[in-house]
């Protein structure tokens, strides 16, 4: 069984057998397509062989399935991906899953192992990975070093991520540390999504998505709403999992 994340940043494609990960692959979600897609009547034929894949059964889910079919493919929506994925990596059947993309972010309410309620940020980048990037990118640091600082943050009050840019120019112009700006921007970053977590609140509280991978962000998210939070080990290829599943792997 293989399942694939049609993502907005990155396409991720896992292959499983008896419950097992067996291979797993990340690529650029634009150079994928170029490499190794190849359009024929309105559906998306993919060069398997070439990306040492086997022709096996497929499902799809993802940001690109809006505009993008595989042929030969079951598409699913995202929602159901992600939460079918969640349960089966984290083994719980009642939370709440922060499924945090590259330029959209869901929070899925979960009970009995299925979809109770949900709701998607997806009118603007600013509580997405995206965002984080952008933030990153601006203070000169790396991703990994932006997932490190959640003490003594700065109040940044910009809800655009393109105006934050400036914001950040000018608490840096103020005398500002990095630690304090990159802190500021993993608070800010909660404060985008956090009414929507208070809506549909659950004890504990799972992270998926590429986002997950901010360290800082789950410490405050944490600290915070008082949630059991945890992270699942295959966070940025949830949704390929998922799939999956869904599949019968």
Not at 40 to 58: A, S, T, V
Not at 90 to 105: A, K, R, V
Not at 168 to 192: C, D, F, H, M, P
């Amino acid at each position: 069984m293989i399942g694939i994340d049609l993502g907005s940043r990155h396409i991720k494609i896992v292959q499983m057998q008896k419950g097992n990960v067996i291979k797993k692959a990340l690529y650029d979600t634009i150079q994928f397509y170029r490499r190794y897609g190849i359009a024929r009547q309105q559906r998306l034929d993919i060069d398997w062989e070439e990306i040492g894949f086997p022709p096996d059964q497929l499902t799809a889910t993802g940001y690109g399935k809006i505009t993008v079919k595989i042929e030969g493919a079951v598409h699913i929506p995202e929602i159901q991906a992600h939460t079918a994925g969640a349960v089966f990596q984290s083994g719980l059947y009642n939370f709440t899953l922060l499924d945090i993309g590259g330029q959209d972010t869901k929070i899925i309410k979960v009970r009995g192992g299925r979809v109770a309620d949900f709701l998607t940020n997806d009118r603007c980048a600013a509580s997405s990975g995206r965002y984080m990037e952008n933030m990153a990118d601006v203070l000169g640091i790396s991703l990994t070093e932006l997932s490190l600082h959640s003490e003594d943050p700065v109040n940044l009050s910009s809800t655009c991520a393109i105006f934050g840019e400036t914001e950040i120019i000018s608490k840096i112009v103020e005398g500002k540390s990095i630690s304090q700006l990159a802190a500021g921007v993993n608070y800010t970053l909660y404060r985008r999504f956090a009414p929507q977590l208070k809506h549909l609140a659950s004890d504990k509280l799972v992270l998926s998505g590429g986002g997950a991978f901010n360290t800082a962000l789950m410490k405050i998210i944490a600290q915070q709403t008082g949630f059991d939070t945890i992270r699942v080990d295959d966070y940025q290829f949830n949704g390929a999992i998922g799939c999956c599943v869904y599949g019968g792997n």
